[in-house]
């Protein structure tokens, strides 16, 4: 049996609440920005999430938008300025700590650090927005937390693809049974799975009820012990989500994938 020995974080959605405070309230200050009256409330931009990418995700919401440029150079020269502009306004608003990290989060990473446990990010979301994230919530010497930062731009497909965990894996010379993907989103695990990452799913506020595939163990995040399928060893026990629960649930995995 493999021991764990990495978690794998991904960023949107699972160490912060970004999508919905964030990404899309940048989204819609540049689109006033640029004076277009385009406006993504939460269900839309909720829609819209099954798209991996800022700048697919305008690309895509172009198709219903009449005043969209007809020729695709141009709307693809749009989508690429209003995605900069965007992450300007995404990366103003979690410097001034404007989103923090979710609960259980912290105190799991420093355990992780404590015991030796190795970790990276595995995201689609662009290098900038994780860097000005990590800054504001960690502090200095954030880098040191993690071996990797895989971002959009390090990648050609995107999740659910999982040339983003494949790199990872192949930056911290792991095997993927070594590891633990931690994600939010069907797309995210989806990547991990396809990369034979175990997942654990910690629920966000977009993806609440989403059906979900092959995750170790599904719960309403790291705060709390209560509400996890399978119930970790702890069961029962009050508080966050440790270390100790991740082995169990990892343990697991491996039972799963051995006796399918
Ligand atoms: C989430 C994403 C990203 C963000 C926006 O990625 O799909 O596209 O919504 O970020 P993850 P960008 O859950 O893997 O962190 O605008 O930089 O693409
Ligand atoms: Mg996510």
């Not at 992780?112 to 860097?131: I, W």
Request: glycine share 8%; with cysteine; hydrophobic share 40%.
């Amino acid at each position: 049996m493999r021991p764990l020995r990495a978690l794998l974080w991904d960023v949107d959605g699972t160490l912060a609440e970004t999508e919905r405070d964030g990404h899309r309230v940048a989204f819609n200050k540049t689109f006033e920005l640029f004076g277009l009256s385009w406006r993504w409330d939460e269900t839309r931009y909720g829609e819209l999430l099954t798209v991996t990418g800022g700048r697919e995700r305008l690309m895509h919401d172009m198709h219903v938008r009449p005043d969209a440029p007809c020729l695709m150079g141009e709307r693809e020269a749009l989508a690429r300025e209003l995605h900069r502009s965007k992450n300007a306004f995404y990366a103003e608003l979690v410097s001034q700590g404007g989103i923090s990290l979710r609960a259980g989060v912290l105190p799991l990473m420093q355990e992780c650090r404590e015991h030796g446990v190795r970790m990276s990010v595995v995201t689609t979301t662009s290098r900038s927005n994780v860097e000005a994230l990590l800054q504001a919530q960690l502090g200095p010497g954030w880098q040191d937390w993690f071996e990797a930062l895989v971002c959009g731009e390090d990648v050609d497909r995107k999740k659910p693809a999982p040339e983003a965990y494949l790199r990872a894996l192949e930056l911290m010379e792991l095997h993927p049974l070594e590891t633990l993907a931690l994600e939010d989103s069907p797309g995210g695990a989806a990547a991990a799975r396809a990369a034979h990452c175990p997942v654990l799913l910690t629920r966000s506020a977009y993806f609440a009820n989403a059906a979900v595939d092959g995750a170790m163990a599904i719960g309403p995040g790291l705060h709390t012990l209560s509400g996890w399928h399978p119930a970790s060893e702890a069961a029962g026990a009050h508080g966050p989500v440790r270390l100790s629960d991740l082995r169990h649930w990892h343990r697991l995995g491996e039972v799963v994938s051995a006796f399918p």
